[in-house]
């Protein structure tokens, strides 16, 4: 039997790297959405379209930042019933639907939320922070994001459809899709590469206490069949 301490040492500084090299990529995934959206509908790319792109990413990935961080300090159950529903696709494309609307059109239409609530379906995965997506101590999911990128495609697909639904031409279906597929191709080939080092782990063992370190921290725990494992007994 194998008895895991309950508080492993998760290292925080790399956790705040990871956190910060995550905001970039999503800062810069964002724009190339844009960027491939523009392309595709053969619309003229301008600076501010590409600062709106960006600032999305930014949101997203640092909404899901702080949430995760403030999960290791603990917090009462109800505060962090709030933070779970913030940090969830729901929360998440609301207020980055929210944020952009404001900004383009001074305003943020309820058929643009309403597009937005249905959309956070299929981008549940996008929406994992680093930590998690990554298989924490753990390791070793990274793959899992693989999946997600198709399912971002998706997500822009549907926001543009629910969209036109509503009354609002966003843009084409495939012009939504494109976007989406690429910003998912971006996050989600960074996070597979971030699963793959946290599964590279090394573990010391000394009369059944043993230690499991990958780049986020390390998993202490005991094993009470240590001398027979062994061949002792």
């Avoid at 929360?91 to 952009?100: D, K, N, P, Q, R």
């Avoid at 070793?140 to 999946?147: D, S």
Wanted: hydrophobic fraction near 50%.
């Amino acid at each position: 039997m194998v008895t895991d301490y309950p508080s492993p040492a998760i290292n925080i500084w790399v956790f705040f790297a990871l956190a910060a090299l995550d905001i970039a990529v999503n800062a810069a995934a964002g724009p190339a959405a844009v960027a491939t959206a523009v392309h595709v509908s053969g619309d003229k790319l301008t600076a501010r379209s590409l600062q709106l792109g960006a600032l999305a990413g930014v949101t997203k990935a640092g909404v899901l930042a702080f949430v995760e961080f403030v999960s290791y300090a603990g917090i009462p159950a109800p505060a962090w019933l709030v933070l779970i529903l913030f940090a969830s696709s729901f929360g998440i494309c609301v207020l980055v639907t929210a944020e952009i609307s404001n900004l383009v059109l001074g305003e943020t239409p309820s058929a643009l939320l309403i597009a937005a609530i249905v959309a956070a379906i299929p981008l549940g995965g996008e929406c994992i922070g680093i930590y998690q997506s990554a298989g924490g101590l753990s390791g070793g999911n990274g793959g899992v994001q693989i999946f997600v990128m198709g399912l971002d495609a998706l997500g822009g697909y549907v926001f543009a459809r629910m969209a036109h639904n509503e009354g609002y031409d966003i843009c084409a279906y495939n012009v939504a899709a494109a976007a989406g597929a690429v910003y998912g191709a971006i996050t989600g080939i960074f996070h597979t590469g971030i699963g793959c080092m946290a599964g590279v782990q090394s573990t010391t063992s000394v009369n059944g206490h043993y230690e499991t370190t990958n780049i986020f921290g390390t998993r202490k725990g005991y094993d009470e069949n240590w001398r027979t494992n062994a061949g002792i007994i």
